[in-house]
């Protein structure tokens, strides 16, 4: 079935006639409006009939309790804005994580940081905040706790033990991280075997949990854009793209042609970079050198040509509200598209040598796949999802900053193994080459930034397909600018979600080039 | 796999002459803003715009407290008058903690130094930073510097990320377990004050607070020749920046 959003509000009307509200909210969005005992129904309804994904879950607290169920599906489709309130002192509602398994992380965090309890959910508690540490019933997301002074914290108990799952006769649990490897983000897996093969990988995240959500709150959205550039460092101007685009939503401003072309040709520097990062953390897992340090001088050129082109290795300080902070120099574009296309013959080359070096594809080949219903049913994203079959990408099923007129393809790959995916971290670099080629060669002149207006007092939601995947950013505005509610959603919290399904049933050795072929962030699903 | 042995030989040398010879690559560092001479209006606006306090007007005009940049740029882009950025990358210092005057400071490691890389809470930039030490343009082996994965084995310890309270214990367990003689190198404003994330709830106000600092890198990130430039003073190879900004 296949609706568009004044349909699809209809649709739901009819269905579940008196219970449910739905309207269609503007040309891209629909909204539906039920009381909590539907939302797994409705739910479910448009996850498995209707095919969208599921984008995540947004709670605010203003009085009532607001649940947002972001759905998201092809262009025609658009948004859909599930909306489900309960009175303040009611903290219970239905779980959806049993029908969509994508919900499952969005539930436990809405649950371990706002005190709401989902029935029906089979494992809530110890997930973003960490039992060992933090005092029972924090809450700190809620309005009443205040973020900006530090709290009480528990001693640290050396008799904590992680949850055990498997209870085999011999089985064991081995404990890796947070602090690992050479240079990694902190994540402590806990890989539990019966001897060669790792049987449950469950990772225990968020050690990196700088509270970005709460300390938002309350700062001008100036403030919060150097927040949301410190996301994840090295996806800075996708996230800071996505935070402007929400707030540009509520003041009503559309950023200059040249704004949009700009923040295209930089996003895709950006991604190009990020997938030349990930082939070299593949190289480098499977142990080979030469491959990888191929890779790492590219991505160290691409620093370095950013640094020159923006004036930041990581695009910091670069995005405004209304288009960009400063502008760049045609000549230095157009110096910077030369050399990216340079690079790209290059990338093509250690692409072919890669593809018939045998003793490395053994070890990524039929090695943590992930099938696609898998993929679609724990809502995996990006390139990892594409890798599996999944193909949905924001730019052109939502496209955003005149993506729609641009030429290029979204690849997908249907083995949904290591291999699958490198082929794809190359297939996609290739494509943004291509688009930074079209447009650092047809860049329009005029103005960089729109005149500056006051946001008014609003809520919107901004999204890129950031180099990991779907990033969603959902931003509430109050009186004078102040941000009371921003809410991020981001690849990397999906795709940690999913890690699992590749890693277990494999053996030990194969553990870090499956953890490097999801090319995961820790900072980024932390926040 | 012959292929790649002709490969690598055929890319040459890419490694930069720093710390022999300085090197000026475009791209390397985003630099930093230095005290510049100004003042009346256009100075106290340039002061209001930075988020972090790290300019205030002084004697000699706008003076910058480097450790509190965080490369918003918001003293570049959008105003009158800029303030001067300096685009060298030598920024490291020694704290007040560590005896300056010593002279056997780091002389233990002038060889060798095996360093344990602890992220205790940063965005990742400073991390990936970190992680461009062992490309071949940095290529940091050539100096005797290592990583290695184990406290047991490390000499430095360098930090990034400004501790969050999940970090905090075994940031502390991790300094506890190395072998003295040892030197802590923390990198990036977040270790050195918090930088746009701490202190609050779940993050503190830099490295210090939870182990001693030795050397102090500022940057958000710090480029790589910095955070090496940070390593060199640890072991001892090389001056530290004067303390002026």
């Given at each position: 079935m296949f609706f568009e959003p004044g349909q699809m509000a209809t649709q739901a009307r009819t269905r579940w006639h008196g219970q449910v509200h739905a309207e269609r909210h503007d040309d891209r969005t629909s909204r539906i409006e039920c009381p909590p005992h539907v939302v797994p129904e409705v739910c479910s309804w448009l996850f498995y009939e209707l095919g969208l994904s599921f984008g995540g879950l947004i709670v605010e607290q203003a009085g009532q309790w607001t649940l947002r169920y972001l759905f998201y599906g092809e262009r025609e489709q658009g948004w859909v804005h599930m909306i489900a309130r309960l009175p303040a002192e009611q903290t219970k509602l239905p779980s959806i994580s049993a029908l969509i398994h994508a919900a499952d992380w969005h539930e436990r965090e809405a649950e371990d940081l706002f005190g709401l309890v989902f029935e029906g959910h089979p494992r809530l508690g110890d997930f973003v905040l960490h039992n060992d540490v933090w005092q029972e019933n924090l809450n700190p997301m809620r309005r009443a706790f205040d973020g900006r002074k530090p709290v009480a914290h528990r001693e640290p108990d050396a008799n904590w033990r992680p949850r055990q799952i498997v209870h085999e006769e011999g089985s064991f649990v081995m404990p890796i991280g947070p602090i690992y490897s050479s240079a990694t983000g902190p994540v402590h897996f806990l890989l539990e075997t019966v001897g060669e093969d790792v049987i449950r990988a469950q990772p225990r995240l968020f050690y990196t949990y700088r509270g970005l959500e709460k300390i938002a709150e309350g700062r001008s959205v100036e403030d919060v854009l150097l927040i949301a550039e410190r996301i994840s460092g090295t996806s800075a101007f996708a996230h800071s793209f996505a935070f402007c685009q929400a707030v540009e939503r509520i003041a009503g401003i559309e950023p200059p042609p040249r704004a949009l072309a700009l923040r295209?040709?930089?996003?895709?520097?950006?991604?190009?970079?990020?997938h030349v990062a990930a082939i070299e953390g593949?190289?480098?897992s499977t142990g080979l050198a030469v491959a990888a340090a191929q890779a790492a001088i590219m991505e160290e050129e691409l620093l370095r040509i950013s640094a020159v082109l923006t004036g930041h290795r990581y695009f910091f300080g670069l995005n405004a509200v209304g288009?960009?902070?400063a502008d760049l120099d045609d000549s230095a574009v157009r110096r910077a598209t030369e050399q990216v296309s340079e690079l790209g013959a290059r990338l093509s080359e250690l692409e072919e040598m890669l593809s018939i070096s045998s003793s490395f594809l053994d070890r990524l080949e039929e090695v943590g796949d992930v099938s696609a219903t898998d993929a679609l049913e724990f809502g995996l994203v990006g390139p990892v999802a594409r890798a599996s079959g999944v193909a949905r990408d924001l730019r052109t099923a939502q496209p955003y900053s005149g993506y729609d007129r641009?030429?290029?393809?979204?690849?997908?790959?249907?083995e949904g193994d290591g291999y699958a995916r490198l082929r794809l971290f190359f297939r996609e670099a290739a494509q943004s080459i291509r688009i930074i080629e079209a447009t650092?060669?047809?860049?329009?002149?005029?103005?960089?930034?729109?005149?500056?207006?006051?946001?008014?007092?609003g809520a919107a939601l901004g999204w890129v397909e950031a180099p990991r995947g779907a990033a969603l950013h959902w931003i509430s505005l109050g009186d004078n600018n102040v941000v009371e509610r921003y809410r991020i959603v981001t690849p990397s919290f999906a795709n940690w979600h999913g890690f699992r399904l590749a890693a277990e049933r494999f053996a030990f050795q194969d553990f870090p080039i499956i953890l490097a072929t999801f090319a995961l962030s820790v900072h980024e699903n932390d926040r | 796999m012959s292929q790649w042995v002709v490969k690598g030989l055929r890319t040459g040398v890419k490694t930069t002459n720093y710390p022999r010879l300085p090197d000026t690559a475009p791209g390397l560092s985003c630099g930093l803003p230095a005290t510049t001479d100004?003042?009346?209006?256009h100075a106290q606006a340039l002061v209001a715009r930075c988020p972090t306090g790290a300019l205030s007007v002084g004697r000699r005009g706008i003076e910058v407290d480097q450790r509190r940049c965080i490369h918003c740029l918001r003293c570049r882009r959008g105003v009158n008058q800029q303030l001067a950025w300096e685009a060298r990358y030598e920024w490291a210092r020694v704290t007040d903690k560590s005896n300056r005057h010593d002279n056997r400071f780091g002389a233990a490691f002038r060889r060798s130094a095996h360093i344990l890389v602890v992220d205790a809470g940063d965005c990742g930039a400073c991390l990936n930073e970190v992680k461009q030490l062992n490309n071949p343009y940095y290529n940091m082996h050539r100096l005797g510097f290592f990583l290695t994965p184990t406290p047991r084995?490390?000499?430095v310890m360098l930090v990034v990320g400004a501790v969050t309270e999940h970090m905090r214990l075994a940031l502390r367990k991790a300094y506890d377990a190395m072998p003295t003689p040892k030197r802590v190198v923390a990198a990036g404003a977040c270790a050195l004050f918090g930088g746009v994330f701490g202190p609050s709830f779940t993050c503190g106000g830099g490295v210090a607070q939870a182990v001693p600092v030795d050397v102090e890198v500022p940057g958000n990130p710090p480029p790589p020749l910095a955070i090496l430039h940070g390593l060199l003073v640890a072991a001892g190879q090389r001056q530290p920046a004067s303390s002026c900004g």
């Open positions: 295209v040709f930089i996003a895709e520097l950006e991604r190009l970079r990020h593949i190289c480098e288009g960009l902070a641009l030429t290029f393809e979204v690849p997908r790959e249907s650092g060669a047809a860049l329009p002149s005029g103005p960089f930034r729109a005149p500056a207006a006051a946001a008014p007092s | 100004l003042r009346g209006e084995h490390a000499d």
